[in-house]
């Protein structure tokens, strides 16, 4: 008896190749169907039909072994006929007809599933003012922003006329009026005690006060006895990938390299994979591919040695249905992460804000900024930070690797603010009545 195991698209083809090989007279011991390629990558991934068939060194009598098991022949002459492999086949063989009858429908079906999740994250990707409900909203809040500025405006009103020129130049930059209020009142405040005081000086305490009210990280350095690792979150496109690469890049080329790895748990698409190959090639480090979030842990752990482990993730819309999914999935793993949540500084501070919700699945250590040279003014990344009171990591400004990265530091992202200078003399104030100030 020899026994061979086929694979192959339909249970048809499966059985062209028994017959070829085996003879018509083979006989079909089992068959199955399974799933071939990668799990996780999708594009790879199949449904094959395997059958497992034998045949006998010497001619078996007309008919033996039919009765256990069919026979390539028979088989073949009754696959077309669906109703009469129903009626007369038996449960085996039925088993083998409806496999081979609900084949091409199972195919169709799944060609159905793909479009409907390409439609679905199509629609996902449309912008915000699309939609109708969302435009009612915003409108709502402009309506509310208004009454509240009018009530804003008269707080302002009140400041000494050196802080509201710098209300104005805060808000000229897209600093929310109500976050550069309340930290101007603080400014005011301290000026109050201080009689006479140079526009110049009025924006040093300004300057100060900014860099106060938002929180940075420092850079991403190994730690003592232990890997340091470093995942980077986001929604698709927003660099995380590029600037991986300019991390790790930094971290194994400095004065004083670091053992550095790279992870992606990015298998989503084929292509991504490859984008982070072709940098692990160039920057000649390792690269491992964990194809589930369970797997990170023994990808981790094979590299106890290193430095430095980055971990890129999948390019997900915000919206897909599977990022919570898979966020609560990485959540439950045993490994500490340090979590960067990268976000481009062309979104708008609303789409930043959702962001920071979406992924705030698993914890978020820090904000990274990029795409900083694409974007028009930045305030609404230090609306971003002061609100949300997450530090920020690292600011990118460019696609090279790994020139346009650099640590964010509290100066650098006043200085981003790009404030409008202030004229020497014209705006001198004598803090001379501490009740100019009202009380929210
Ligand atoms: N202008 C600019 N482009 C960037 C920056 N960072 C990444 N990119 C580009 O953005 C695109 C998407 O980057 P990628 O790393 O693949 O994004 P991912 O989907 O988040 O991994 C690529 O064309 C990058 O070159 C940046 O700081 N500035
Ligand atoms: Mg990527």
């Not at 009210?213 to 496109?237: C, D, K, Q, Y």
């Amino acid at each position: 008896m020899k026994l061979k195991r086929y694979e192959a698209m339909t249970l048809q083809e499966a059985l062209k190749a028994v017959k070829a090989e085996l003879g018509p007279d083979a006989v079909i011991v089992s068959t199955r169907r399974v799933q071939r390629g990668h799990k996780w990558l999708g594009l790879l991934s199949q449904p094959m039909v395997e059958v497992t068939a034998a045949v006998d060194r010497v001619q078996p009598e007309p008919g033996l072994g039919r009765n256990d098991h069919p026979s390539v022949a028979f088989l073949e002459e009754k696959l077309p006929s669906r109703d009469e492999a129903l009626t007369r086949a038996t449960d085996f063989e039925r088993q083998l007809q409806l496999a081979a009858w609900l084949d091409p429908l199972n195919r169709q079906l799944a060609e159905v599933r793909d479009e409907l999740e390409r439609l679905r994250s199509e629609r996902a990707s449309h912008t915000i003012s699309l939609d109708p409900i969302r435009q009612e909203l915003e409108g709502l809040r402009t309506m509310m922003h208004h009454a509240f500025s009018d009530r804003l405006r008269h707080r302002v009103g009140t400041l000494p006329s050196s802080v509201a020129t710098e209300f104005d130049a805060l808000v000229s930059v897209g600093v929310q009026p109500e976050v550069a209020y309340e930290l101007l009142r603080a400014v005011a405040e301290t000026l109050g005690t201080m009689g006479l005081v140079q526009a110049q000086a009025v924006r040093e305490f300004v300057w100060e006060r900014l860099e106060a009210a938002i929180a940075v990280a420092g850079p991403s350095e190994p730690i003592e006895g232990e890997p340091r690792i470093v995942m980077l979150v986001g929604p698709t496109g927003v660099g995380k990938t590029t600037t991986i690469a300019k991390l790790a890049g930094l971290a194994a080329q400095g004065n004083r390299p670091v053992k550095t790895v790279l992870v992606t748990l990015d298998t989503y698409r084929v292509a991504a994979v490859e984008q982070l190959r072709v940098y692990a090639r160039i920057l000649k480090i390792p690269l491992e591919v964990a194809v589930s979030p369970h797997e990170l842990a023994g990808c981790i752990e094979r590299h106890r040695d290193a430095g430095l482990i980055f971990i890129d993730t999948a390019g997900r819309s915000p919206r897909d249905a599977h990022l919570h999914e898979e966020l609560t999935a990485i959540g439950r793993q045993r490994i500490k992460l340090e979590t960067h949540l990268v976000l481009a500084a062309t979104a708008e501070e609303s789409v930043l804000k959702e962001m920071v919700r979406r992924y705030s699945v698993i914890p978020i250590h820090r904000l990274l900024f990029t795409k900083l040279d694409e974007a028009g003014r930045l305030g609404h990344l230090f609306n971003l930070l002061y609100l949300m009171g997450i530090p920020v990591s690292y600011l990118a400004m460019g696609q090279r690797v790994p020139e346009d990265v650099t640590v964010a530091t509290r100066r650098r992202m006043i200085e981003l603010l790009n404030l409008p200078d202030v004229s020497s003399s014209a705006n001198d104030t004598v803090f001379e009545r501490s009740g100019a100030l009202t009380s929210p």
